[in-house]
């Protein structure tokens, strides 16, 4: 019986324990370290594919370029700043590449002024800090507006919105419009 191999042979009953435990550690591992081998393999594997798509993806990322050169606009872009403002001298470009979206540029000149440009070189907002921004670029019915309602103010910025025009008075006063230039809403600035 099982129990009398045990008492008369114990060291062939530890031999048969050590030679179980031998062969778990070997399923476990693979014969002959060769599931080691394959563990070590398959992480040095992951480790790589991991590091190739970070690195890839890095790269992938869009990243800001700044530059002095009016060539790194669109054509329109470059004509607007020719028309509207000729004598204003370029102080930096920045061209914000987006993750999901297209590529958008912002244009500083050297007296403050910042301009803002679609991916289509369209402008999207001008604001001339202290200055006036050109006349050409407010459509007459907000011009007819400012001058009747805001006499002795004048607008130094504006933003192209899909809903409408944001203006923004030297006094501080913001006023807003729609696409055809019919008054929405007006907020006083602290």
Not at 44 to 60: D, E, H, V, W
Not at 151 to 166: A, M, S, Y
Request: include cysteine.
């Amino acid at each position: 019986s099982f129990s009398n191999r045990i008492v008369n042979n114990p060291s062939n009953f530890l031999g048969s324990l050590h030679a179980g435990r031998l062969f778990l550690f070997r399923v476990v591992i693979g014969i002959n370290g060769l599931g080691l081998q394959y563990i070590m393999k398959m992480k040095k594997a992951i480790l790589a594919l991991l590091l190739a798509g970070a690195s890839a993806s890095a790269f992938a990322l869009p990243f800001d370029k700044y530059s002095l050169n009016r060539d790194d606009l669109p054509e329109e872009a470059r004509e607007f700043l020719t028309t509207h403002f000729p004598k204003g001298k370029v102080s930096m470009i920045k061209v914000d590449k987006h993750l999901l979206k297209k590529t958008d540029y912002d244009v500083k000149l050297v007296n403050g002024t910042k301009i803002e440009f679609n991916n289509a070189g369209k402008w999207t907002s001008v604001d001339c800090k202290t200055r006036e921004v050109p006349e050409a670029l407010v459509i007459r019915p907000i011009r007819k507006y400012i001058e009747r309602n805001f006499p002795d103010t004048k607008i130094v910025k504006i933003v192209k919105k899909t809903f409408g025009f944001e203006l923004e008075l030297s006094d501080g006063i913001e006023v807003k419009f729609d696409r055809l230039g019919t008054f929405k809403s007006v907020e006083m600035n602290d």
